[in-house]
């Protein structure tokens, strides 16, 4: 199996379970903006109307979060898998600050200004998504051979 592929696999739990403390997060009152959310937000302009968009919302997020895991995925060979579950923490904390920052400097409605449960809960989320990945790929990795798609 190579890389991208052992990437989009990775991706697959991880998104499965940060949506899923998302939906419990906003199901508590912990937050206002679920992940599919804040994707609605950006390709409609507003919150999903519909199941529809919804479900629309949340495979646009599991495309975004596979492209994010098949670059983690190809960063392996270089930085190896010692300490990788840290390596995979602070990837995810560099991401969540440039995904909550792009927003803000492009002025975007509703995305603007987040309350701390928000942010605390959405980045709770990208942690879960970056053990998820690590431990998947680091499983990947052990269990099937990685083949290189760049040599011919």
Same mark, same amino acid.
């Given at each position: 199996?190579?890389?991208?592929?052992?990437?989009?696999?990775?991706a697959?739990?991880?998104?499965?379970?940060?949506?899923?403390?998302?939906?419990?997060?906003?199901?508590?009152g912990? &937050?206002?903006?679920?992940?599919? +959310?804040?994707?609605?937000?950006?390709?409609?302009?507003?919150?999903a109307?519909s199941?529809?968009? *919804?479900?629309?919302?949340?495979?646009?997020?599991?495309?975004?979060?596979?492209?994010?895991?098949?670059i983690?995925?190809?960063?392996?060979? =270089?930085?190896?898998?010692?300490?990788?579950w *840290?390596?995979?923490?602070l990837?995810?904390?560099?991401?969540?600050?440039?995904?909550y920052?792009?927003? &803000?400097?492009?002025? =975007?409605?509703?995305? &603007?200004?987040?309350?701390?449960?928000?942010?605390?809960?959405?980045?709770?989320?990208?942690?879960?998504?970056?053990?998820?990945?690590?431990y998947?790929?680091?499983? *990947? +990795?052990?269990?099937?051979?990685?083949?290189?798609?760049?040599?011919?």
């Amino acid at each position: 199996m190579c890389r991208f592929t052992k990437g989009i696999v990775a991706a697959i739990p991880g998104w499965f379970l940060m949506n899923s403390w998302s939906y419990y997060s906003k199901s508590i009152g912990f &937050t206002e903006l679920r992940f599919a +959310d804040w994707v609605s937000l950006t390709i409609y302009g507003n919150l999903a109307e519909s199941g529809s968009e *919804l479900g629309f919302a949340l495979f646009l997020h599991l495309m975004f979060i596979s492209f994010l895991t098949v670059i983690f995925s190809y960063l392996i060979p =270089f930085i190896n898998y010692s300490s990788v579950w *840290l390596k995979a923490i602070l990837y995810a904390i560099i991401v969540g600050f440039f995904i909550y920052a792009i927003p &803000t400097l492009l002025s =975007f409605p509703h995305l &603007t200004r987040t309350s701390l449960g928000t942010v605390v809960s959405n980045f709770t989320g990208a942690l879960i998504w970056a053990l998820t990945m690590a431990y998947t790929l680091l499983y *990947l +990795d052990k269990n099937i051979e990685t083949t290189n798609e760049f040599i011919p």
